[in-house]
């Protein structure tokens, strides 16, 4: 354990703090990229609001996904200001009469930088949806034993519906959301408002199509659980220029209940089990269809049996190469989401 040092500095985080963690923490996964987050920096700490501009009407009206999204990047903020070697108290949907206020962190000290922690800000930095076929061979009991405990807190768990007859079940159920999803035409409208192509957009926020794989009409995919399609009026140019029998591990993500703050509890143990992926040479991406309405969710929870609370939805598998060959989705710059409330003497 390194040292702690409670002088009065170590009750404020300085901007350029708040701004390292943060180049981190916006790095998290969001649906469509919405980046539906904002920070603002207090006296007495740093808040997590939600930026309900960017909740998805359609695909996500009681802001599940927000939430989940959020959490992701909670979890970050939190990772990256460990490992710089503060400690701090947070408190999660601090205010019943504020929703929006998602986490209130107040720093208490510092301590040494720990090595352990920055690698894992480094898998977050490099992380990327993988969406892909993955290579070949099994994801083995001491990785997914690892991937358990990462996902594991006090109020989440995760586990692999693995044997044939849940892997099916679970393939029903992703395919039956799948077909309502893409058979509405708000749910395709709303999605290709947030498809990006370079030639046209800025990128900043949404999907890129470098992002979306293309499969050639005579070498279709074959994937038991269908990913979500993003192909709706453009190409995607994430070539994929042979069919494979792909097997990915699929996790799901459980909640204890069903809570406001569990979806963002959701979001953070996604996160870690995305962290803990790369760090074991893992691919991941989410796969949501299934859990992005409550009623669908409801649905699931009842299909499979399952006491714990879906919230979300992974795939993991090896990468076909480096998942540095893949474009690092865009994100908006720190300083567009960092609002800083700070007295000049603080
Ligand atoms: C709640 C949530 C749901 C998501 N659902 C899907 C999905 O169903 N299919 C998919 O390919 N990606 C999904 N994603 C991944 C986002 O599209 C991805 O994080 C975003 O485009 C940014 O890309 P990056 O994670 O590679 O940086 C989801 C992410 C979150 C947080």
Known sequence: MGSTSPDADSAHLDLATV????????????????????????????LLLADRERQLSVADPDGHSLLVSCGAALHLTELALRAAGWRFESSYLPDAADPD????????GRTDPDEQLASQVDAARRRRCDRRPFAEGQIDDDARNELRSAGRDSSAYVDFPDTPERHVELAVAVSWADRIERNDEAYL????????????????????????PRVPVDAPRHTD???????????????IEHGVDEHPLI???FTETSELRDHLRAGMSMMRLMVRA????????????????????????ARMGWIGYPQMILRFGRPATPITDLLLTPRRPVADVLEVAISPSA
Request: proline share 7%; net charge negative; aromatic share 6%.
């Open 19 to 46: 701004q390292a963690a943060l180049e981190v923490a916006v790095r998290a996964p969001s649906i469509h990229n919405t980046q539906p987050w904002r920070w603002r920096l207090e006296d007495d700490g740093l």
């Open 101 to 108: 206020l998602l986490a209130w962190i107040r720093p208490v």
């Open 189 to 212: 409208a709303e999605m290709r408002r947030w498809l990006r192509d370079p030639d046209v957009h800025t990128l900043v926020d949404g999907v890129p199509v470098e992002a979306i």
């Open 225 to 239: 659980i269908p990913l979500r399609d993003f192909e709706v009026g453009v190409s995607g140019r994430q070539l």
């Open 251 to 253: 996790a799901v993500v």
């Open 278 to 301: 790369d760090l074991l040479g893992l691919s991941s991406c989410p796969l949501s269809q299934a859990v992005d309405f409550a009623a669908f969710r409801a649905r699931l929870q």
